[in-house]
């Protein structure tokens, strides 16, 4: 069974402050694929970044970072410089790599609202 | 760039209608998906579909819901007897394999009064 916990339901920055989005997931697969989602206010799904388990490099996207921790099952999402236009609700979410039999769904955790004012 | 096409991007129905939720994926794709998202909750697994049969479905998907792609093209999400909780955004997505991410639709609000 696979699991994602966003156990942050809830941040809110002044712009241009950095923020940190956590992601902890569980899963027995030994090979699997992590995903970022941003979900504006319009209710559409944006994907962000996809991650696979054999890579635990950390990414930088422009003002977006990812950070893989295999040892702690941990892939956090941090935003520098946030901006009002950051608000949304993020997602990050789990699936096994490669041929499993079944369907290969996404788990998604729960979702951080992050709220940035002026 | 290829786009998951859902529609409508709205629907509004009477407490125990059926409803027909549209996708069009995108043409090389191989495997389907609806998930569901009730307001202000976690997105959660309905079904997928592949190689025109259900491979995996959710303890949600019960006899209540159907899928099926009709014409190679279309794939759609049937739900019989409408509810009020069954009210929710549903995306529909794909993928070309199981070595690849996921395209999204832009999702259907469905609304049961």
């Known amino acids: 069974a696979q699991k994602v916990t966003q156990a942050q339901t809830e941040i809110s920055v002044v712009e241009k402050e950095d923020v940190t989005l956590d992601c902890v997931y569980e899963?027995?697969?030994?090979?699997?694929?992590l995903f970022w989602y941003k979900q504006p206010p319009s209710g559409e799904l944006v994907f962000l970044i996809r991650?696979?388990?054999?890579?635990?490099q950390n990414e930088i996207s422009g003002r977006y970072s990812w950070n893989f921790q295999k040892s702690t099952s941990s892939f956090n999402f941090t935003i520098t410089a946030s901006q009002v236009v950051d608000s949304a609700v993020y997602f990050c979410?789990?699936?096994?790599?490669?041929?499993?039999?079944?369907?290969?769904?996404?788990?998604f955790g729960t979702g951080t609202q992050l709220k940035v004012e002026l | 760039e290829p786009e998951v096409t859902q529609t409508p991007s709205h629907q509004v129905t009477q407490m125990g209608q059926e409803v027909i939720l549209r996708c069009v994926p995108i043409s090389n794709h191989l495997y389907f998906y609806w998930y569901r998202q009730i307001l202000g909750q976690k997105v959660e697994f309905l079904v997928s579909f592949y190689n025109n049969e259900i491979s995996e479905k959710s303890e949600i998907f019960d006899d209540q819901f159907s899928v099926e792609r009709p014409d190679g093209s279309n794939f759609t999400l049937k739900i019989r007897s409408t509810k009020l909780e069954d009210s929710a955004m549903y995306f529909c997505?794909?993928?070309?394999?199981?070595?690849?991410?996921?395209?999204f639709g832009s999702g259907t609000r469905l609304t049961v009064v």
């Open positions: 899963t027995r697969d030994t090979t699997y694929y």
């Open positions: 979410a789990l699936t096994p790599r490669g041929l499993t039999g079944g369907g290969n769904k996404l788990t």
């Open positions: 991650r696979n388990s054999f890579d635990e």
């Open positions: 997505a794909d993928r070309t394999g199981p070595f690849y991410g996921y395209t």
